[in-house]
């Protein structure tokens, strides 16, 4: 039975992938990749994670109106989303990923927004009474900034805790205002340095750059580091050890991080303690191919985390 309630505002698009062996470099052309399409996009996948992990999930969201779209709102309701607040727009086509895997679980992705770029604050207004009944609301950037204010000042105005996965990283920094009604910052390595301009090589880089971005206001930081684990900061900075598993592709580990995480704190889970579980969800992620296909039931979470 699900143990929380969350509500997810995000993205959701189709992703194409080849796998390779290796990345092609600047002007080349490879031969002999094999294709794959699953339902991906950070909002969708996060808002999977979660219920995987054990929460109760809304998603709002907007997709074309289209076969695509379509497709991917039936699997929603397959994997246990509730789709209420997501909408068919016949306006835009639904949001499409292109991603490249080598053999060594490296990617590179290219995102044609289509009709998340149209979700808008109304969207989301609408869905004011389920924030209201909520333990958490997530939230990630490939969705417009506008939106996601939206959506961070509705759950402040009913006081409900948010997580802002701050992925992809934004083309501008974002302002103190907005991180300061923020209740957890996730980042990773890249998106720390974007966000509070310390390039992150080293612990002590990472650590430099979560203080940074907490005295923007976020109360809580998370740094994921990959394969070396996390760096939680609150009052006093922790790092939380990776799980160590072999990677066949890093795609959709940072959003079944942030399904995981938020999850847990919506269960009570101590600090800590919710960021080891998702690493160990983010570890899962990494042995199969695909975004949401890689995604990890709470089972299996939990006994990789309790090992």
């Not at 907007?62 to 076969?67: P, S, V």
Request: glycine residues 8%; negative net charge.
């Amino acid at each position: 039975m699900p143990r929380g309630a969350i509500v997810v505002v995000g993205s959701a698009n189709m992703d194409m992938y080849i796998l390779l062996d290796r990345l092609p470099g600047k002007g080349e052309t490879l031969l002999g990749g094999n294709f794959q399409m699953q339902p991906g996009g950070k909002g969708a996948n996060q808002a999977v994670a979660a219920a995987r992990a054990g929460s109760a999930v809304f998603l709002v969201a907007n997709l074309g109106d289209d076969l695509f779209g379509r497709d991917m709102m039936a699997n929603l309701r397959n994997q246990c989303v509730a789709t209420d607040f997501v909408s068919l727009d016949r306006g835009s086509p639904t949001g499409v990923a292109m991603i490249m895997v080598d053999s060594e679980g490296e990617n590179l992705i290219a995102v044609a927004q289509g009709a998340n770029s149209r979700l808008s604050p109304d969207q989301v207004r609408k869905a004011r009474a389920r924030i209201g009944e909520s333990d958490f609301v997530l939230l990630q950037m490939e969705i417009p900034l506008e939106t996601i204010e939206c959506a961070i000042d509705l759950a402040r105005d009913v006081r409900v805790p948010v997580v802002l996965n701050a992925a992809p990283a934004p083309r501008a920094p974002l302002s103190p205002a907005l991180v300061a009604k923020v209740d957890t910052l996730i980042v990773n390595e890249y998106e720390a340095a974007v966000l509070s301009g310390i390039r992150v090589d080293n612990d002590t880089d990472a650590e430099n750059a979560a203080r940074a971005l907490q005295k923007m206001g976020a109360k809580r930081v998370v740094l994921t580091l990959g394969s070396r684990g996390a760096l939680a900061l609150t009052e006093k900075s922790m790092f939380v050890a990776a799980r160590k598993v072999e990677a066949v592709d890093t795609v959709g580990a940072g959003d079944a991080f942030c399904g995981a995480l938020v999850t847990t704190l919506a269960e009570g889970f101590d600090f800590a303690d919710a960021v080891s579980f998702s690493n160990a969800a983010a570890a899962l992620a990494c042995t199969k191919v695909g975004a949401q296909a890689s995604l990890p039931a709470r089972v299996d979470i939990e006994s990789l985390w309790k090992e």
